[in-house]
């Protein structure tokens, strides 16, 4: 009896370990292979056809935009997606945001020396590399600076020459119609008229019409109130001066960075001066010559009085623009809430002398920030400096004012060699494939997951393709999984990498 009970209690033992086992067994399956059945909304405007082509930039390892064999981006069916694993982006191409103008650079007298400077074989492929869409990076936008800058080489320049010259007579676009304008049409005919688009901007008024004659605004030397029309008058003539040789101005910007105190070229104007000459001078005079010509104001950094000068112009202006230097693009965001229907642009964003990677992500962090609040247009600064930052202007005692901003490309004079920098393959992943009039798309975003050092965002052209950037400024690879229509796209962008995504999403094709 007692080994009967023995025997029984042995059974029941086992049999009690089997299911126990059993069902732990069962339980850890379950969690390693079912996906969270959370309800996947489906997007049915937009699918993935064929297999996306990625373009990656590592700007350690010397890996610039470099296209990435087929299949390393990987397409299957929704219901295959795991989602335990890796980053999933939702993409939500019937919630737009901003529509896209495009994407640019200055050609600085700097810049135009510099090209001069090259061989006409190499200079023809500096500018197909820039502004061709099919064999270059498609930029569309130069941004011109209306008379001297801080890359010009004579600080007394400007288009009305003589001295106390009040209806204009002596007006000239002088060495500008030799060194600037060819340029000029030049990337037009390789971009096409539809998307060629110039933004004229001034520095400074001519020297004469200043309380103080110097180039800089080191003292505020501001435009003299009895020249307020005057210089109006100017800046019609130029734009018409630019449109005799088949440049259109698509917005002229009446003062670059107007509150600074700078020793470049530069004209000091407060918020209240500056928004007398748009309201009452400006905008009527433009109206009056008949031209269509926009308005943008600002045009200097976020994160300082933008908003001020908005306000007191709006309606006399059609965009703010504003340059990325201090980082901090609150105000940015705050004027989008609260102007949601004025365009807003990145008109200046210049690199600077840093390590590949810090200088790549510098700007790629600048594309991001902007776009994913709202900016319509980037546009960095001088296209080519040579090897010195320049030539730039001198000031009074010959030493350049330039504050070691660098271009896109750099031109060595002696080895007469062009390299490209890290600020032109961080803009080649947004303009080579978001075109203009692209919008932005709705998607996950990733930058709370992962500290602020992975962004995305997600675009759709008018041909119903559809580009992906995504940049992981993280210390190690990540994998994500983009959820699009039916389909999704997975790709594990390397470490310390950018990668853009670009594939067909028309559902019929």
Not at 36 to 43: Q, W
Not at 211 to 217: A, L, Q
Not at 224 to 250: M, N, T
Not at 453 to 458: G, S, T
């Amino acid at each position: 009896m007692t080994k009967m009970k023995r025997i029984l209690c042995l059974v029941l033992c086992a049999v009690m370990v089997a299911v126990l086992f059993g069902c732990t067994s069962e339980k850890t399956a379950s969690t390693e292979t079912t996906a969270p059945t959370e309800p996947v909304a489906i997007d049915s405007t937009v699918t993935v056809n064929g297999t996306p082509a990625a373009y990656l930039t590592i700007p350690g390892d010397f890996v610039k935009f470099d296209r990435q064999e087929d299949g390393s981006a990987l397409v299957y069916d929704l219901d295959q997606l795991d989602r335990s694993t890796g980053a999933v982006i939702q993409v939500d191409a019937t919630t737009t945001h901003q529509e896209i103008l495009g994407w640019g650079a200055a050609m600085t007298e700097s810049s135009a020396i510099n090209l001069l400077d090259m061989p006409e074989e190499l200079r023809n492929q500096v500018m197909v590399s820039l502004f061709d869409e099919d064999e270059g990076i498609g930029l569309n936008i130069l941004r011109q600076p209306n008379g001297i800058s801080d890359f010009s080489t004579d600080p007394n320049f400007s288009y009305a020459p003589v001295r106390d010259d009040l209806t204009l007579e002596h007006f000239t676009l002088g060495k500008h119609e030799e060194l600037i304008i060819p340029f000029l049409q030049q990337a037009k005919e390789l971009i096409g008229e539809e998307n060629f688009k110039v933004f004229l901007c001034s520095w400074t008024a001519p020297l004469w019409m200043k309380t103080i004659e110097e180039f800089h605004s080191l003292n505020q030397s501001t435009l003299k109130r009895e020249y307020y029309q005057l210089f109006c008058d100017y800046l019609v003539k130029s734009i018409q001066a630019y449109e005799s040789h088949g440049i259109p101005i698509y917005c002229i910007t009446d003062q670059n960075e107007p509150t600074a105190t700078h020793a470049i070229a530069a004209m000091y104007m407060n918020t209240d001066d500056h928004s007398t000459l748009i309201n009452v001078y400006l905008k009527p005079t433009l109206e009056d010559a008949g031209l269509d010509t926009k308005v943008m104001c600002w045009d200097f950094n976020t994160g300082a009085s933008g908003k001020s000068l908005l306000g007191k112009t709006l309606g006399s202006i059609d965009m703010i623009g504003y340059h990325t230097y201090n980082s901090d693009f609150s105000e940015m965001a705050e004027v989008r809430e609260m102007y949601p229907d004025v365009p807003l642009y990145v008109t200046e964003a210049a690199g600077r002398t840093q390590s590949s990677a810090a200088r790549f992500f510098r700007q790629m962090g600048w594309l991001m920030e902007s776009q994913l609040i709202g900016s319509g247009a980037h546009i960095l600064w001088n296209i080519c400096l040579d090897e010195e930052y320049g030539p730039a202007l001198l000031d009074e005692n010959g030493e350049s004012v330039n504050v070691m901003g660098i271009g896109m490309l750099e031109w060595n004079r002696e080895e007469k060699t062009v390299a490209y920098l890290e600020d032109f393959y961080a803009l080649a992943h947004f303009s080579k494939f978001i075109r203009p009039g692209a919008v932005r798309v709705e998607s996950t975003d990733t930058r709370e997951d992962f500290k602020g050092l992975v962004a995305n965002a997600v675009y759709r052209n008018e041909n119903g393709t559809m580009t992906a950037v995504i940049c992981n400024e993280n210390t190690q690879e990540n994998t994500f999984k983009l959820v699009v229509g039916d389909k999704v796209i997975e790709y594990t962008v390397p470490a310390m990498a950018t990668v853009t995504l670009t594939w067909d999403a028309n559902l019929y094709a």
